[in-house]
C-alpha cells in the first residue's frame, strides 16, 4: 500500500484526507508531486465513471503547504492565501481505472519572492497526469503571512457580531462547490476564481489553515 506525506505538511487535520504520496524538487524552482486518488471518495464523489474535478483542484491545493514549507522554507503556523486561482481538466484523462489512480503533477513556480529565506509570494503552474494521460492544468499565485500579520488582514472579522469568525476552509468549501463546471462543447472544464480585495477586513481568502506542529515523520524524497 502506497502511503502518504506527512499530513502536517499539506494542513489536514486527518491522515486519510492526505492525497499527496511524494515529491521530488529538480533544481530551485520545479518540482514533482506524486498523488494516489482514492477509487471511492465521500466528498468528491465520481460522476459518470469520472473523478470530480475537485479532486484535482484539492491536490493542487494539497501541493501549496507542501513546496511552501519543503522547498521555500515557510514555518509551520504560516498562512498561505491566494490572490489567483485557476484550473481547467481534460474530461477523457478523469476516467477512473480500474486499479490505482497514480497522478503526477509537473509543477513550476515563477516570481518567487523570498525574505531572509522565507517565501513571501510566488507564481505556481502545474500540469496533471493520470497513468499517463493528461488531466489538466492550474495557476495560482499566492502570498504567505505571518500569524500576527493574518490576524491584521483580517481586520475586525473576530469581533463580528454572530459569534466565531469564519474559518478559512467555510469560504473555500462554498468556492469549491460554486466551482463545479460542465464540460464545454471542446470537451474541457475551466474554473476561474479572483480574490480582489483580499485586504478588506474578513475579506481574506485563505489556501488553507495553519499546521500546528513539523511533521512526525518523513523528509525529502
Keep these: 500500500m502506497t502511503g502518504?506525506?506527512?499530513r502536517e505538511l499539506?494542513?489536514?487535520h486527518a491522515p486519510h484526507e492526505v492525497l499527496l504520496t511524494d515529491w521530488t524538487t529538480h533544481g530551485r524552482d520545479r518540482h514533482t508531486v506524486r498523488a494516489r486518488w482514492p477509487r471511492f471518495?465521500?466528498?468528491y464523489a465520481s460522476r459518470n465513471r469520472r473523478f470530480d474535478p475537485l479532486l484535482f483542484v484539492?491536490?493542487?491545493r494539497q501541493t501549496f503547504p507542501l513546496l511552501s514549507h519543503t522547498a521555500y522554507g515557510v514555518p509551520f503556523g504560516s498562512h498561505l492565501v491566494w490572490d489567483d486561482f485557476s484550473f481547467e481538466v481534460e474530461p477523457p484523462g478523469m476516467l477512473v481505472p480500474p486499479g490505482p489512480a497514480d497522478v503526477v503533477l509537473d509543477v513550476t513556480c515563477r516570481d518567487v519572492r523570498m525574505r531572509k529565506g522565507c517565501l513571501v509570494s510566488m507564481t505556481m503552474h502545474a500540469r496533471a497526469l493520470?497513468?499517463?494521460r493528461p488531466v489538466g492544468s492550474a495557476s495560482t499565485r499566492f502570498t504567505?503571512?505571518?500569524p500576527a500579520v493574518y490576524r491584521r488582514l483580517r481586520g475586525g472579522a473576530r469581533g463580528a457580531p454572530?459569534?466565531?469568525a469564519p474559518?478559512?476552509?467555510?469560504?473555500c468549501a462554498r468556492r469549491a462547490r460554486r466551482g463545479r463546471t460542465r464540460a464545454a462543447a471542446r470537451g474541457v472544464e475551466r474554473h476561474r476564481s479572483r480574490h480582489a480585495g483580499r485586504h478588506a477586513a474578513g475579506a481574506v481568502p485563505a489556501l488553507c489553515g495553519p499546521a500546528s506542529a513539523g511533521p512526525g515523520r518523513g523528509a525529502r524524497r
Design 10 to 12: 499539506v494542513h489536514k
Design 130 to 132: 493520470l497513468d499517463g
Design 4 to 6: 502518504t506525506v506527512p
Design 58 to 60: 484539492e491536490t493542487v
Design 41 to 43: 471518495h465521500t466528498f
Design 167 to 171: 474559518h478559512p476552509s467555510d469560504g
Design 162 to 164: 454572530g459569534g466565531r
Design 144 to 146: 504567505n503571512h505571518s
